[in-house]
């Protein structure tokens, strides 16, 4: 399950996490007190001296009033006490009278006389007007509570600020950590992967997980994680804080739960559609976009942006017509659907006090009243950031599969063993290879390359030559038969082992962004300036060094585009040459180069091949006549074997190959 493995990867930086969410618990805490402590500042001291009042002996809570002292109910904490007087409020203004009545009812002041009317009854009795200046003496004892209830009140705000502000910083450190993770993972895992995955696989699809869909499960741990974890602290805060105040509005409210749960399942069985959809487009959109780049030249040398260009419109309309699709309905899901629920629940709220309020019996409060409606307004503030976070819930789970996908993949583990550098003798006893199943591309191929030898392969395009390379390096493995090298089966040997002591220098020459020295020695700390300069010096490539501003430091750009294809044929020579490879392989390693960088690498070759095993893939058979061994592959099998001499006297299929490009070079010479 994605999500469960998503919670695994977040359980390694559980320490963080958890900081992040105690912090948010104390940030949402301080929220929700809020409105608590503003009902009691408005209930209980700023509308509380309508209250009962008894005669009492003069205290710190105590108020002097026509020679009489009296002390609100509230304070009074023993029965020890005289008469009761009750102040109420009339609009604005309060009256004192020496009685003791109700606060509930309807009331009227006129002529000195204070009526009360009850469901059953109505009481009259004497009352006076407080003025202004009794009014704040009544108040006296009420200021020091309502100085420190502000003070709490905006204190909790602080604290929430900076609580809010250190769970965020958590939270984006942790999401951060468990990105680093998971794409150092990813990328790990594509440097295990067989040669095979990436034949039927664009590299722009594999970017786009490492990166795009990488990004999208950042903002599950960001975003999602913080508003669902937020919502569901503030709506369990919320609800208990309206069931102490009112538990009839509070079970009404309560409903709003169900209708999230079934909207949350409906909007996920649709959007995680449109999100596959959507995520797979982008890969797709990646990879036309890198393959465009890197073919540009083809592109443009055969007249085809147009059908480039239309090819890339119905790939970003497929993505824009899903994405209007994901609109529509996180347009539903978020401010649409919760402002109508809110406008719902307002007006039940308003005819529920409203009724209330209508009532002779009510025991509402100003203070209960506006606790309620701030709670209301927070109440969906956690519902909509919770409701418009599903579309990166959804995101995230989809992304998270194609990334848990890549990453399901069967994989080689990298090695660190080692072993002693290897003599060089090579053995094919009997292989049989295909890329597909039941499909041999080479049949029954057998031969022996003994230490120091160099073996060439020659053929037509398609007969095989380059698989034969693919196996030695174990780019795959063969289907029948064995392959052995100093007598061990190189299926026994780690693949990074076994490729430790060997090198390849391909037709097509790959150099890294960096300088001339990275490029010879990949950043392996063995292979000092030294070494790179000597291994350039032994391929010839030391009139490359003079010619370049920089030397070693010369920058290299991607695919080396700035040098020519002889300079990058000789620093990939030179590359293979400063690892000291036991078997040196050279696929076509010379097809590309003029004649006179030719010569060169044939004069380096010749001092360099001594003690190492040397095969060599070329199509200029003039190339490879000191060959101690030629093989001539014809559909999958060898047909000939022999030195140059030998196969020349048999007069068969190499002499023809031979003769073909000896004429084609007379011709051309002519």
Partial sequence: MVAKRLFKYALQFKSIIITALIMLSVAVASDVIGPFVAKSLIDDHILGIEDHWYETEANDKSVNFEGNVYTRSEYTETDEHGEIATIVQIGRNFYFTPEEVPFEGERSFENGLLTIKLADQELTVEAEKLSIADTMNFYG??????????????????VAGIFNYGQS?????ASNRIIQKMRNDTFQKIQTLPISYFDNLPAGKVVSRITNDTEAIRDLYVAVLSNFFTGIVYLV???TAMFILDSTLALIFLLLMPLMIIWMYIYRKYASKYNQMIRSKISEINAMINESIQGIAIIRAFNRQKKTEKEFEELNKTHFDYQNKLLTLNSLSSHNMVGLMKNIIFVGF???????ALSIQTTITIGVLYAYVDYINRLFNPINNIMNQLSNLEQALVA??????LLDEEGTPIS??????YKGNVSFNHVYFGYKEDEYVLKDIHFEAKQGE????VGHTGSGKSSVMNLLFRFYDCNQGEIIIDGMNIKDIPLQTIREHMAIVLQEPYLFTGTIYSNVSLNDPRITRENAEAALRA?????????????LDEPVIEKGSTLSSGQRQLISFARALAFNPAILILDEATSNIDTETEAIIQNAMNVLKEGRTTFIIAHRLSTIKNADQILVLDRGRIVEQGNHEQLMERKGKYYQMYQLQQGQSLNQVG
């Fill in 141 to 158: 004892p009420e200021l020091s509570p309502i100085i420190l209830l502000i003070g709490i009140y905006f204190g909790l705000f602080v």
């Fill in 169 to 173: 910083y958590f939270l984006q450190k």
């Fill in 237 to 239: 805060g919320i609800y």
């Fill in 350 to 356: 308003i005819w529920y006090f409203g009724k209330e």
């Fill in 400 to 405: 998270g599969e194609r990334v848990f996908r």
């Fill in 416 to 421: 660190d063993e080692k072993i002693p550098r």
């Fill in 454 to 457: 160099t073996v060439a392969l």
């Fill in 539 to 551: 391929v010839g490539a030391d009139n490359v060094l003079r010619q370049l501003e920089k030397g």
